[in-house]
């Protein structure tokens, strides 16, 4: 039992009210109408056909299984270590190896229930819910999973573990002999052996306490794979061999002079099948009846399966501009064919196939493949059955983009004219909303009756329909339409002119809003096969690419002040180079611009100011740099202050009438960094930095703390995440910052602002979250509200009076409207914009101003892509959806009446008082 005074009582009850007040209802028929979620599995690995399944398997940690026929996602998995080493299929269930082996996972193929799961070792210290591990093969990781009748072999640690298949039970451990590295695993004769590698030769041998040598390849083996019962070795010189066991008890080995320059290994769906990729070709090594076959094709193979006694291969050949995917026997007959677009989704990257027959006894061929841009395509006897974008899943730069208005809107408002002129502008505006309206409701009754222009993207009344442009990890540009459920209207692969289009980062620039033709984006990406830097200036509408230029790294910043042709240029350079600006015939922008690079990997920090160079031309001057020693302090999470991000006041009136200014510096930029870990813990700073000048404005510290650490900044506040691991509870940091000198007679200036007043407060959060993110309007009117994606799949807004780090101790400070203080943040499931539909591994929360002032756009991304409109002061601005307008026709016109009779009635009465 707890016993509180009645002050701390009469708070709590204050804060109950205001969290009740908050609770939004949705009804069941409004779910679905202004959000859609779309769920994706990732970047796929590994995969296994079956008659009614497809269970894949991809580089995120994630286990699924799709329809095959459709493409839906029947249940899916995200397993907690992030990568995923092994699938294997057995009758009814799929196995998972992951963590590097460290733990083994059994999932029902039907319905994906977890039929069992078993660490098998103890997680490394690295491994963690919210870091991503490094990723390595079976070969580099030492891992592999057999089934030998009712019994799971797994090698994990250099170990090899005895599970039973149905339960997971685990019967026996084997190490590896002292000395000995055990790099693979296969069955020979019935019963499992492992392959030990040195730098001299590869060795299999019984997986037991003798360790009996099977089969020997001896030279410098650089990876091998199981070829039935045999063994085939890549040599570090680039030669294949192969060794098997003869049945007197004899090693054999024999070299496969056909194939050199061999640089990998590839296994397939069948284990008498291996890959080998050259340098110009991918060639197959089949064993059947004791021989080797090399079965060598004009293209290259991308996988085999055996079906009726017959190998089957899938190819995939470039013919100028289309990409022919076949599916050959050994001999080279042809079963199915068909294309792809090799410039929209780039080369083959891996395949699975399915030869089966059907119940009429016909050949049925399916092949997934996966191409350069994540897409899975599904084709079944040649034909297309269908495609999945899962490179959506790995979006890293987004944008929203207002749809274009109608030519008459803008003539009807523009501002030079005669009055005339406008009048006439006006009603002929009206008179084509007129014939649209016609037109269109014409063609709901009759189709052939509509509306042509009814095909053409416009702006909605309230301007809440946009375009969302996302830039993805594998060089794909996308544009979602927000309306009609996240439908893709155009894509784009963007790459340099060797292909590459791989980015390890990328950010978007809008350059020229709609409302003045043509809308300009320019995005700005990193590649991961070069040091260049490409940049791409496209129209978001259309997704035409205007111009794309690949420049040789560079500093980028964007004109802070709209020119007389209505856009704000980019400008990369180079440090030691010149100044490109896109687009390149924009206006000249206003100079100095100041602007800053962050290097998280090693610390580097540097400030730049652009100036005129004469003669028209600009030029880079570098202004401050700063170090932190990844090895002393890491950073760990940075913030701005969104471009569309305005302030509603100038400050906050208190109780005496006072007022506190706010500090509304737009060069201040939020750091996170964590100190080194000592004893499971570090000290996590959060630095507030000025760009300009290069120097810290404030700085606030906490001890005992664990990441990852999430942060936003808005108006002239920040708020952090991070784990206190002292008190073992996740905790919200807020800072609030204030004017020290009073109001401002002009602009801000960082060269002459008086160090800042600093308010923080911490807060107590009931879980970890995986991004943060903060609701905006147009004129920030409405009450912001901080939105949380968390790790069990929600995302919650929370309102900004919760994080008001002045919430007083004692009393309550009504002439502001500031709640009392309370430690514990309110965290009701009813605040979650998402309702019941789960969001996983979300990445990113962003928003955007719609035309009405109540109401803000959010999309979130991550494995999942969500989409809603949030209201934190509820929609004071529009009438709600169940208003009934008929109800209030009636009343007005009920009113018309009654002043009509009554009008009469007072005259009637006026007339007879004179005469009287």
Not at 648 to 661: F, I, K, P, Q
Not at 669 to 694: E, I, N, P, Q, R
């Amino acid at each position: 039992f707890f016993f509180f005074r009645e002050s701390e009582m009469q708070a709590a009850c204050v804060v109950l009210l205001l969290v009740a007040a908050q609770v939004r209802a949705l009804f069941e028929e409004q779910a679905g109408v202004i959000d859609w979620r779309q769920q994706y599995v990732g970047k796929v690995q590994h995969a296994a056909l079956q008659k009614t399944r497809l269970l894949v398997a991809t580089e995120d940690g994630v286990v699924a299984a799709l329809n095959p026929t459709s493409g839906e996602l029947v249940w899916r998995h995200e397993l907690a270590e992030g990568n995923l080493n092994e699938l294997h299929m057995l009758q009814n269930a799929v196995v998972t190896v992951s963590a590097d082996g460290a733990r083994v996972c059994s999932w029902s193929a039907a319905d994906g229930l977890q039929l069992w799961c078993r660490a098998v070792l103890s997680l490394p210290s690295n491994y963690s819910l919210f870091s991503q591990p490094t990723r390595h093969s079976s070969w580099e990781a030492g891992t592999g999973v057999v089934a030998v009748e009712q019994k799971l072999f797994v090698l994990a640690n250099n170990s090899l573990f005895e599970l039973n298949a149905e339960d997971g039970v685990a019967f026996k451990v084997t190490p590896a002999p002292q000395g000995q590295q055990w790099r693979g695993l296969l069955v020979v004769g019935g019963q499992p052996a492992v392959v030990a590698v040195s730098s001299e030769s590869a060795r299999v041998q019984r997986a037991d306490a003798s360790g009996t040598d099977l089969m020997i390849v001896k030279g410098a083996v650089k990876s091998c794979l199981p070829l039935g019962s045999t063994l085939l070795c890549l040599l570090t010189n680039g030669t294949l061999a192969t060794a098997s066991a003869s049945s007197a008890g004899t090693v054999q080995q024999s070299q496969l002079a056909a194939l050199t320059g061999v640089t990998a290994l590839r296994q397939t769906q069948t284990q008498d099948v291996v890959l080998v990729e050259g340098a110009d070709a991918t060639h197959a090594v089949v064993l059947s009846a004791g021989k080797f076959t090399v079965v060598k094709n004009e293209g290259r193979l991308a996988a085999a399966v055996t079906a009726d006694d017959t190998h089957y291969f899938l190819s995939h050949t470039l013919r100028g501009d289309t990409l022919e995917v076949q599916v050959s026997t050994a001999s080279g007959t042809v079963v199915a064919s068909s294309t792809l677009n090799p410039e929209m989704y780039g080369a083959v990257r891996t395949a699975f196939l399915s030869v089966d027959r059907t119940k009429a006894g016909t050949l049925r061929v399916r092949a997934l493949v996966r191409t350069l841009d994540f897409a899975l395509h599904m084709f079944t006897n040649g034909e297309l059955s269908w495609q999945r974008e899962e490179a959506l899943s790995s979006i890293i730069s987004s944008q929203f983009t207002d749809l274009p208005a109608q030519q008459v809107d803008v003539a009807a408002f523009a501002k030079d004219g005669t009055l005339w002129s406008h009048l006439s502008a006006r009603l002929h505006n009206h008179a084509r909303e007129l014939q649209h309206l016609v037109l269109h409701t014409l063609g709901q009754l009759v189709p052939a009756v509509a509306d042509d222009d009814d095909t053409t993207p416009t702006r909605d009344q309230f301007n809440q329909n946009k375009y969302l442009v996302v830039f993805t990890k594998s060089g794909k540009l996308f544009a979602l339409d927000s309306a009609d459920h996240g439908n893709i209207v155009w894509q784009q692969r963007i790459h340099d002119q060797h292909g590459h289009s791989c980015v390890q980062q990328a950010q978007l620039y809008s350059v020229r809003t709609t409302a003045h033709s043509p809308a300009i984006s320019v995005l700005v990406a990193a590649l991961h096969a070069s040091n260049a830097t490409l940049v791409v200036e496209f129209e978001p509408v259309s997704g035409r690419v205007v111009r794309s230029q690949s420049l040789p790294g560079g500093v980028v910043v964007q004109a802070g002040s709209v020119g007389r042709d209505h856009s704000r240029p980019v400008l990369v350079a180079q440090p030691s180079g010149p100044v490109h600006m896109f687009p390149s015939d924009a206006e000249p922008v206003l100079l100095p611009l100041y602007t800053f690079t962050i290097d998280k990997n090693t610390g580097l920090l540097q400030g730049f100011r652009f100036v005129d160079s004469g003669a028209g031309g600009i030029r880079m001057e570098n202004t401050w740099s700063m170090f932190m020693d990844p090895k002393v302090e890491r950073i760990e999470a940075v913030a701005t202050r969104q471009a569309h991000d305005v302030s509603s006041s100038l400050g906050d009136v208190l109780h005496d009438r006072s007022v506190l200014y706010k500090y509304l510096n737009p060069n201040l930029v939020a750091l996170a960094t964590m100190s080194l870990y000592v004893k499971g813990s570090a000290t996590m700073t959060v630095y507030l930095l000025d760009t300009v000048k290069g120097t810290f404005v404030e700085k606030v510290t906490h001890e005992k703390t664990v990441g990852p650490v999430h942060i936003v900044q808005a108006d002239n506040w920040v708020v952090y995440h991070y784990r206190n691991r002292k008190a073992r509870r996740f905790e919200v940091g807020v800072l609030e910052l204030f004017e020290g000198g009073g109001l401002r007679d002009e602009g801000f200036s960082s060269f002459q602002a008086l160090p800042p007043i600093l308010f923080s407060r911490a807060f107590v959060f009931p879980t970890s979250i995986s991004a943060l993110g903060v609701t905006s309007t147009e004129h920030a009117i409405t009450h912001r509200a901080v939105l949380l994606a968390t790790s069990n799949g929600q995302l919650l807004a929370l309102h900004e009076r919760f994080l008001d780090p002045r919430r007083p101790v004692q009393g309550v400070q009504a002439a502001e409207g500031i709640l009392p203080y309370h430690p514990l943040l309110p965290s009701d499931p009813r605040q979650a914009v998402n309702y019941h539909q789960a969001l996983h591994r979300v990445r990113s929360v962003t928003t955007e101003p719609s035309g009405l002032e109540s109401t803000s756009l959010l999309f979130a991304y991550g494995l999942d892509l969500f989409f809603t409109h949030v209201s934190p002061s509820h929609k004071f601005d529009v009438l709600s959806d169940d208003f009934s307008i008929p109800m209030l026709a009636l009343v007005l016109l009920s009113l018309a009446v009654l002043t009509l009779v009554t009008s009469r009635l007072a005259a009637r009465k006026a007339l007879q008082a004179a005469w009287n």
